[in-house]
T-cell receptor, first 115, second 109 residues
Framework: EPEVTQTPSHQVTQMGQEVILRCVPI?????FYWYRQILGQKVEFLVS????????KSEIFDDQFSVERPDGSNFTLKIRSTKLEDSAMYFC?????????????FGDGTRLSIL | RKEVEQDPGPFNVPEGATVAFNCTYS??????FFWYRQDCRKEPKLLMS???SGNEDGRFTAQLNRASQYISLLIRDSKLSDSATYLC??????????FGSGTRLLVRP
């Protein structure tokens, strides 16, 4: 079964540094998403991306964050000048389309630890 | 009011038991409804979509009550492998999924 893959599985970074989290969505999917889950809390939406542009973003997704699809397969989340509170599990998801019969499939996540 | 509200549990049940989870959502314009399952420190995995007429997938039955803004999940004949956190998830008119905090299920031998 096709999967969303994410790298790295764990990233440890000093506060203030930049990190790039990478995702390879399922190949025929057109909609891409990033979510995060702080330890012990619920999964929160960050951003959705379609046709090479952001289609929606949450209040969390401020100027510190950016997304990019640099080639035909990768989808990246960049966090500039990381803060301690950015420590969380970051999940990439993808779907064929935006409709309810086209569910979002999640990668196994990148655990980001900011020191 | 929380957008999606669930009883955190844990529900501790013996193998073979039937267990039911409930969820309420605040936005009456919500369009799509799902149950996801999440194992400890793993990604959410789609368990089933929830349709207006209710739907069943093996031992799992989901119901939706739009008037009461209420979603339920029933698990029959619980297995040890059903132990996980069950996430109630809603999508409004936008692309994003809105997650509840989850209900934890422990199935004991």
């Amino acid at each position: 079964e096709p999967e969303v893959t994410q790298t790295p599985s764990h990233q440890v970074t000093q506060m203030g540094q930049e990190v790039i989290l990478r995702c390879v969505p399922i190949s025929n999917h057109l909609y891409f998403y990033w979510y995060r889950q702080i330890l012990g809390q619920k999964v929160e939406f960050l951003v959705s991306f379609y046709n090479n542009e952001i289609s929606e973003k949450s209040e969390i997704f401020d100027d510190q964050f950016s997304v990019e699809r640099p080639d035909g397969s990768n989808f990246t989340l960049k966090i500039r000048s990381t803060k301690l509170e950015d420590s969380a599990m970051y999940f990439c998801a993808s779907s064929v389309g935006p409709f309810d019969y086209q569910p979002q499939h999640f990668g196994d996540g990148t655990r980001l630890s900011i020191l | 009011r929380k957008e999606v509200e669930q009883d955190p549990g844990p529900f501790n049940v013996p193998e073979g038991a039937t267990v039911a989870f409930n969820c309420t959502y605040s936005n009456s314009a919500s369009q799509s409804f799902f149950w996801y399952r999440q194992d400890c420190r793993k990604e959410p995995k789609l368990l089933m979509s929830v349709y207006s007429s209710g739907n069943e997938d093996g031992r799992f039955t989901a119901q939706l009550n739009r008037a009461s803004q209420y979603i339920s999940l029933l698990i029959r004949d619980s297995k040890l492998s059903d132990s996980a956190t069950y996430l109630c998830v809603v999508r409004d008119s936008s692309y994003k999924l809105i997650f509840g905090s989850g209900t934890r299920l422990l199935v004991r031998p």
